[in-house]
C-alpha cells in the first residue's frame, strides 16, 4: 500500500511559480512511475506529467509543456511539480498518483493506470 500527500498548492497571480511535492510512504515508491493529474471545476481529470522510477524519463500534456517540470527525489519518497509562468487556465485541483505496474522505463498518461492517489492541493491562479 502507498499513500501520497501533496503540498504547495495555494492562490497566485498568473506568471508566478509554484512548487507541488507529494510525498509517499512505502518503501517501494522507487519502483513506482508516478504522475501529476488536475482536474478543473466541471471537466474531467486530465494528465498533467508523469516520470519514470528512475526520473531517466518523462512526459507533458502539451498544455504544460516547456512550463511545468516533473521530478523526483527517491530517497526522499518525494515527487515535485514545479510550474513556472502559471496562466488562469492551471486552475484546478492538482492530484498526485501512482503507477505500480508501468513497464521498465515507461510513463502512462491515462488516470485508469494510476493505483494510488493523493488527496489533492488547490492550485488558483488569478489574471
Known amino acids: 500500500q502507498v499513500q501520497l500527500v501533496e503540498s504547495g498548492g495555494g492562490l497566485v497571480q498568473a506568471g508566478v511559480s509554484l512548487r507541488l511535492s507529494c510525498s509517499a510512504s512505502g518503501r517501494i515508491f522507487i519502483r513506482y512511475s508516478m504522475g501529476w493529474f488536475r482536474q478543473a471545476p466541471g471537466k474531467e481529470r486530465e494528465f498533467v506529467a508523469a516520470?519514470?522510477?528512475?526520473?531517466?524519463?518523462?512526459y507533458y500534456a502539451d498544455s504544460v509543456k516547456g512550463r511545468f517540470t516533473i521530478s523526483r527525489d527517491n530517497a526522499k519518497n518525494t515527487v515535485y511539480l514545479q510550474m513556472n509562468s502559471l496562466k488562469p487556465e492551471d486552475t484546478a485541483v492538482y492530484y498526485c498518483a501512482a503507477d505500480a505496474d508501468a513497464p521498465f522505463g515507461v510513463v502512462r498518461r491515462t488516470s485508469t493506470s494510476y493505483d494510488y492517489w493523493g488527496q489533492g492541493t488547490q492550485v488558483t491562479v488569478s489574471s
Open positions: 516520470v519514470t522510477w528512475s526520473g531517466g524519463n518523462t
